[in-house]
């Protein structure tokens, strides 16, 4: 590394992170962040009274938190962060299956649990957790193939995705699976086996479409508009038309007023009609720029286990992202899922405030490697 | 890293001749694999960031021609009707017959995208000339707003929606509405309710059966439009004469519980909230509970002749006032001697009825009026139902004493006519209901007395229509049969002597009651025409007359010599008949 780098690396903490932490994403993070916190200001229930701001308030306070957690785990070193990610993994698995016993139910699900005023969604913290686990298993059977990180990793999928059914998750689970299948495709699992995984996936997908009946109705709806009740997806885009191209203006938007889930799974028509296409268009790239960012950094990095937990953190914020923005306009069936960083919600904000404080810690320039 | 642990690192300086000759050896191969593995990584991630960059693009091309490119044929697939707003289909309420009590009618709401507005001022003078109800002041507010979306005027006729597009204002523009008429006013207002600014029910059937109405189910009612109408305008009458406070008024089908008629005043118009104070949404015939009074004699005598404790020909004695603890029972018309069962009910006397529950005891007492459906609040089809107020068990003398002349017990006027019903039409209770219902699906009721039993009450409440305080109540041919009720209201704490709660509990015809009537005048006043009195006898009693004169034609009654009468009705064969042995 430079000798630039070298001495402001020697002269505090702070400085050695300013000067190895991929400012590129750092400022993409930053601008997402606050962009997020204007839109829920903009699509917020607006509750009667003097709590008139109980949402924005709420998710104010986790905002912060958010900060604070990406800040403190892009400080440490990559060996931090895969600890971090097993305890933290470890507990999450363990406030999941006390969900099940003691979560509240919202909606014919039991994914929360109340800890201190606040409803917990301990699979959203569970998610970037077993990215970082799977990612370290796989590589160090990569490198050891006595290691049995491959049967570790098949294990620790089945469990999760057995608490996630149970829930039931189903959404949640899909993308869990589909990030683990890709880190196996990138740790270089061979075309066939891909294959028979990809077939694994069709068929599951035709499963789910015969044997759910809410699954065959949202794809219905989807492929054939007449087959049923279209409302929120008409509602959201006759939002983007009424935005156009610079938005209606803050608080102009009516999309809020009639879609129960305006300030979490449709903000982006929220966005696209108060502050119109332009910025959702801005949105988009600030999104694609962070993932593919990120996989460039990965690639360059010499290191499998890196490359795997970058690549998958970011792909599943990726794809978050994507099945957001793409339900929202009618790109793919509805499936409620949160946009990062912008839709309101503590757990999910944190869980994606980890996913990014370990991407920005991982993709950290390594002056010397000696701080492994 | 956890590759300087499995295999030594390549570190600059390392001779590369040594390094490959490394790599042939067992543990370096380890090295190799997972050099190789890397660059398989390393590819397979730029095909992955391919997939992403395609999957972001979709989305911003699709952004893009969801903005700009508005598909108006694709939007219109895929919502059938997205310019109704949800809950366009409210179903329609009817009358038993099938005459529109609530309908829906399609508007146009006017709103104004106020930041194409230049002249606010000139736009509202505009508007107020052809809209002459709309706030000026707060019109030209809301154009100078430059919001995108402010409401201007809700429901607008077709004509009026004409005018405001000749203004030719590109800022003015139109939402369809939906409004809920109710085409009969006032005539139903209790029953029907009310429904809120976005047409969701807030009181009444709108709110009982809302979700059935949403759902696009038609109710009709058991109400009949042409008894309710004669029923309110004889009540409404009554109530100026009188100059009443209140009054209520419910035509019930004996035999099945269905209310025919039902009218609470004063009353409200739906179609205008200016009317709809508290006091006129207040529904005295179901939701107020009262001291019925004297009526309830009907169900002590019921219980006393079904008890089997006391034969009709019994007397007790009523030449003096009773004590019981520190409380004395008087008689309003003392009679001042033994009286019989018949004559206790036509002399209307406190001390009798009182001494025949105390006979029957309170277990027999409660038992009874729980059957008779007193007890707890009417199963009638409305939300506003107000539960009884029954003296906490076990009853004790005093108690049992009171509530044998309706004293010490609060009931709605519903119940009692329902009650009344089950005493009158051969024993049976069919609980109170406002719908409307084929023959065939009319629930079975419970038996409250025999058959037997009430056979007799009619006789006996025919007897005090033809000799009692009723007399004013009687129509010809129609055999009315019923008992008066003058209950003191309470004051301040204290039974008052001149504010009553005035009440008459009529059936027709007495030999095979098709019809129970009651009506309740809330303190009526003296007046010339009732020589001063504010008893039943002077004003309820004739008011059920009149509404049973009004409707027994339009309900089918058919008029008949009384069967019962035949002689001198002072001690004509009906008062024999009904202290003989049966």
């Known amino acids: 590394m430079s000798a630039r780098g070298f001495t402001r690396a020697d002269t505090s903490i702070l400085g050695r992170w300013w000067w190895t932490v991929d400012r590129w994403t750092l400022g993409a993070l930053a601008i997402l962040i606050t962009v997020g916190m204007m839109l829920i200001v903009a699509a917020a229930p607006m509750k009667k009274g003097a709590d008139a701001f109980h949402f924005v308030m709420r998710q104010g306070m986790f905002v912060p938190l958010a900060l604070a957690l990406i800040f403190w785990l892009s400080l440490q070193s990559p060996k931090t962060v895969r600890r971090v990610a097993v305890v933290g993994f470890a507990v999450a698995l363990g406030l999941m299956a006390l969900t099940l016993l003691a979560g509240h139910e919202v909606k014919g699900a039991t994914r929360w649990i ?24 796989l590589s160090a059977h990569r490198e050891d193939p006595t290691f049995p990180g491959m049967h570790i990793a098949i294990g620790l999928l089945g469990i999760v995705l057995g608490l996630l059914i149970l829930q039931p998750d189903f959404g949640m689970s899909v993308v869990v699976a ?24 069709v068929s599951g997908g035709v499963g789910a479409y015969f044997g759910l009946s809410h699954v065959q109705s949202r794809v219905d709806r989807f492929l054939d508009p007449a087959a049923g009740d279209t409302y929120q997806i008409t509602k959201a885009l006759q939002a983007f038309q009424n935005g156009n191209l610079f938005g209606r203006g803050p608080g102009e938007g009516r999309v809020k007023e009639v879609l129960p889930d305006a300030h979490t799974d449709f903000i982006f028509a929220v ?16 999104f694609a720029f962070i993932v593919l960012r990120g996989f460039f950094l990965a690639m360059k990095d010499d290191n499998l286990f890196v490359l795997l937990a970058v690549a998958g953190l970011l792909a599943e914020f990726g794809m978050q992202a994507f099945i957001n923005m793409g339900s929202s306009l009618h790109l793919i069936p509805t499936k409620g899922m949160t946009l990062p960083f912008i839709s309101y919600g503590g757990s999910s904000l944190i869980g994606i405030a980890v996913s990014m404080g370990a991407v920005l810690a991982l993709t950290r320039r390594h002056p010397g490697r000696g701080d492994a | 890293m956890i590759r300087r642990k499995s295999a030594p690192a390549i570190v600059p300086g390392v001779d590369l001749r040594a390094a490959a000759e490394a790599a042939r050896t067992a543990p370096l191969r380890v090295e190799g694999s997972a050099k190789t593995a890397l660059e398989t990584g390393r590819t397979r991630l730029a095909f992955a960031g391919g997939i992403f960059l395609l999957l972001f693009l979709a989305v911003a091309v699709q952004l893009i021609n969801v903005s700009f490119r508005p598909d108006a044929e694709r939007i219109a697939r895929a919502a059938p009707r997205p310019e109704l707003p949800v809950g366009a289909l409210r179903a329609d309420i009817t009358d038993r017959n099938g005459v529109l009590l609530a309908t829906n009618l399609p508007t146009v709401n006017l709103y104004a995208d106020a930041r194409l507005v230049r002249d606010p001022d000139r736009m509202a003078d505009d508007l107020a000339r052809v809209l002459p109800d709309i706030d000026g002041p707060r019109t030209r507010e809301r154009l100078k707003s430059r919001q995108a979306f402010v409401y201007l005027h809700r429901h607008l006729t077709p004509a009026q929606q004409f005018a405001v597009n000749r203004l030719g204002y590109p800022a003015l523009k139109f939402e369809d509405g939906e409004m809920r008429v109710y085409p009969q006013g006032g005539l139903f207002a209790h029953v029907i309710g009310k429904t809120d600014i976005d047409n969701r029910g807030i009181s009444g059937v709108e709110l009982r059966f809302d979700a059935a109405l949403k759902a696009g189910e038609p109710l009709r009612l058991s109400l009949d439009i042409r008894a309710q109408t004669a029923v309110t305008a004889v009540l409404r009458d009554a109530m100026a004469a009188y100059q009443a406070a209140g009054a209520a008024a419910i035509v019930q089908d004996a035999r099945t519980g269905e209310v025919v008629a039902l009218t609470s005043l004063p009353d409200f118009d ?36 079904e008890s089997g404790k006391i034969h009709v020909s019994d007397r007790f004695d009523a030449t003096a006032p009773v004590q019981i603890a520190r409380y004395t029972i008087h008689d309003l018309h003392p009679q001042k001697r033994w009286l019989s069962v018949p004559e206790i009910l036509v002399h209307s006397s406190n001390i009798g009825s009182a001494r025949m529950a105390l006979d029957f005891g309170a277990e027999t007492q409660r038992a009874f009026l729980g059957r008779f459906g007193l007890l707890s609040a009417s199963a009638v089809e409305l939300p506003e139902v107000g539960g009884p107020q029954v003296p906490p068990a076990p009853w004790g003398q005093i108690t049992v004493a009171t509530v044998a002349f309706g004293h010490g017990i609060s009931v709605s006027p519903l119940q009692v006519a329902t009650a009344a019903s089950a005493v009158v039409n051969g024993g049976v209770f069919h609980p109170a209901t406002l719908v409307a219902r084929a023959a065939e699906d009319a629930a079975p009721g419970t038996r409250a007395i025999s058959e037997r039993t009430s056979r007799m009450m009619r006789r006996l409440m025919r007897l005090v229509v033809t000799d009692g305080s009723g007399r004013k109540a009687d129509v010809l041919g129609y055999r009315v049969a019923g008992k008066t009720g003058t209950a003191e209201k309470v004051v301040n704490g204290r039974y008052s002597h001149t504010a009553v709660l005035a009440s008459f509990l009529a059936t027709f015809p007495a030999d095979a009651p098709r019809y129970t009537v009651l009506v309740a005048l809330d ?17 309820a009693a004739p008011t059920a007359g009149k509404i049973v004169a009004a409707i027994a034609p339009m309900l089918g009654v058919e008029p008949a010599a009384d069967p019962f009468s035949g002689g001198d009705p002072k001690n004509g064969p009906l008062m024999v008949a009904a202290m003989g042995k049966e």
């Open chain 1, 114 to 137: 109340r800890i201190a005023g606040f409803s917990l969604q301990p699979s959203e913290m569970m998610k970037p957790c077993f990215v970082v686990v799977t990612a370290w298993m």
């Open chain 1, 178 to 201: 589909a990030i683990w299948c890709g880190q196996l495709f990138l740790a270089g699992l061979p075309i066939l086996w891909i294959a028979g995984l990809a077939l694994l996936a």
């Open chain 1, 271 to 286: 966005a696209g009609e108060e502050f119109g296409m332009i910025l959702c268009l801005f949105l988009i790239v600030l």
């Open chain 2, 270 to 305: 739906p179609n205008r909230p200016e009317t709809m104070t508290p006091d006129a949404m207040f529904n005295r015939a179901t939701l107020g509970v009262y001291e019925i009074g004297s009526v309830f004699k009907i169900f002590n005598t019921a219980i006393a002749l």
């Open chain 2, 523 to 539: 303190t009526p006043k003296g007046t010339p025409a009732t020589a001063n009195f504010t008893t039943a006898g002077w004003n």
